[in-house]
């Protein structure tokens, strides 16, 4: 029992010098997590092909360290997010699930596999309709907890106070210009000869509420956030080979996105968002059976015209060729 709990104090003691290090070296923290991913793109380069069973757990991994730092750094600027254990699951889910999938498929075969895509659907299809409906969070951005940017969004406990000091300012109404009042002015080692400093985006859209949706916005949301689920059923029921489960899956992200792009976002990320499922729709040309039919062909000829025709091409062209195939067989990457 007292061995169990000097480990038990160890292991604290160990996750508050490394909570402490991340708080007040954001910008070393952003450093491990690229060293982490960079040796994931490494290992790509020779499991990409054959086996991914090394690749994908470590980019697994740094995918998790960037969410488990951000949640440090989110305490440091006391982030008001209720939704905070929903999101994170939701968070860990989406960056594992690719890596889930190969796994059951190599424990329980096919139908263990897919019994792992219908599972892991059902519950992000779950957790994003109540974040929708019971918490009123607009519009569902992916990933669910955008990254902090370590060089100018976060700030560490230790300079709260300066954060504090800059905000304590007015705008002039006709000139528009930030004045500081004499009464928060810093001291003179701390002092920043500059103007106030205008809030972050991660600030923004951490303290930013989302835009309210109208019952008719919110039901295309709804719409878009069971589209997987409903594509996976479809699949089930009319097979691999038929072309029901791909146009019942982009007529419903077509519709979906015909209703809120018409809408009036407040806040970039919402934006932003709306940006990346627009190009997102430009994967149904990739998608079996479309691509089996039409796409593949072109796109396999034009990717060998660029690698035997202009320099340097073919150091990306070739790689994705072969690549290609093992993308459409693996359900998150394709459809996810």
């Known amino acids: 029992m007292s061995q169990f709990k000097e480990y038990s104090d160890a292991v604290r ?11 007040k070296n954001p910008a070393a923290t952003a450093q491990l997590e690229n060293t982490v991913r960079t040796l994931s793109y490494l290992i790509a380069g020779e499991s990409l092909i054959g086996d991914c069973s090394t690749y994908l757990p470590v980019y697994s991994a740094s995918n998790l360290l960037v969410l488990f730092n951000d949640s440090i ?29 190969m796994g059951a498929g190599k424990l329980w075969g096919e139908a263990g596999r897919w019994l792992m895509i219908g599972l892991i659907q059902i519950f992000k299809v779950a957790f994003r309709l109540v974040l929708l409906l019971l918490y ?21 406990e230790d300079d709260s106070t300066g954060e504090q000091q800059e905000d304590a300012c007015f705008v002039g109404q006709r000139s528009g210009r930030a004045i500081r009042p004499l009464g928060s002015a810093p001291s003179l080692q701390s002092r920043l000869w500059g103007a106030p400093r205008k809030r972050s985006s991660m600030q923004e859209k951490i303290n930013s509420r989302p835009t309210d949706l109208s019952f008719q916005e919110t039901l295309a949301e709804s ?18 080979r038929s072309w029901k489960p791909w146009l019942v899956s982009a007529a419903l992200e077509l519709s979906s996105f015909a209703i809120l792009r018409d809408a009036k976002f407040e806040n ?17 040309l990739l998608r079996s059976p479309f691509y089996d039919t039409f796409s593949e062909e072109k796109i396999i000829f034009l990717l060998r015209l660029l690698a035997d025709h202009v320099p340097g091409v073919g ?14 067989k693996i359900y998150f990457y394709n459809w996810g």
């Open 73 to 101: 750094l989110r305490k440091g600027l006391r982030c008001p997010l209720s939704q905070q254990r929903l999101l994170t699951w939701l968070s860990v889910l989406e960056y594992v699930e690719v890596f889930l999938e």
């Open 223 to 240: 719409v878009y956030i069971s589209r997987p689920l409903v594509h996976l059923v479809c699949l089930g029921v009319c097979g691999k």
């Open 268 to 284: 970039r990320w919402e934006r932003a968002e709306m940006k990346r499922r627009a190009f997102l729709l430009c994967y149904y």
């Open 136 to 156: 009123k969070s607009g519009l569902q951005t992916s990933p669910p907890i955008i990254p902090l940017d370590r060089g100018s969004e976060c700030v560490s």
């Open 13 to 23: 003691r160990l996750y508050e010098r490394y909570t402490e290090f991340v708080r």
């Open 315 to 328: 150091l990306v062209a070739r790689p994705l060729m072969e690549y290609l195939p093992t993308w459409q």
